[in-house]
């Protein structure tokens, strides 16, 4: 699946995540490059109004979800 594909699937459920990344940001695709990038985007999703709520920028998530222990990161 395109990072096209994923970004409007995961735009489709939660409006939140379109605001936060649009299709050319940098950080999006740092996230998709990493390992587990398309799994670690579809939890950002998923919390993405909460975040976008709470002024998360596209930095901020990429800042969570690299290196060890994002899921427990994401899980606060």
């Given at each position: 699946?395109?990072?096209?594909?994923?970004?409007?699937q995961l735009g489709?459920?939660?409006?939140s995540f379109t605001h936060i990344f649009q299709r050319d940001d940098k950080n999006?695709?740092?996230?998709i490059s990493t390992k587990n990038g398309e799994t670690k985007l579809r939890?950002?999703?998923g919390?993405?109004?909460?975040?976008?709520?709470n002024g998360f920028n596209s930095y901020h998530y990429f800042s969570?979800?690299?290196?060890?222990?994002?899921?427990?990161k994401l899980e606060w």
């Open positions: 699946m395109s990072l096209d594909d994923i970004i409007e489709k459920n939660n409006e999006i695709q740092r996230i939890s950002i999703a919390i993405s109004d909460f975040l976008f709520k969570i979800v690299v290196g060890k222990g994002w899921e427990e």
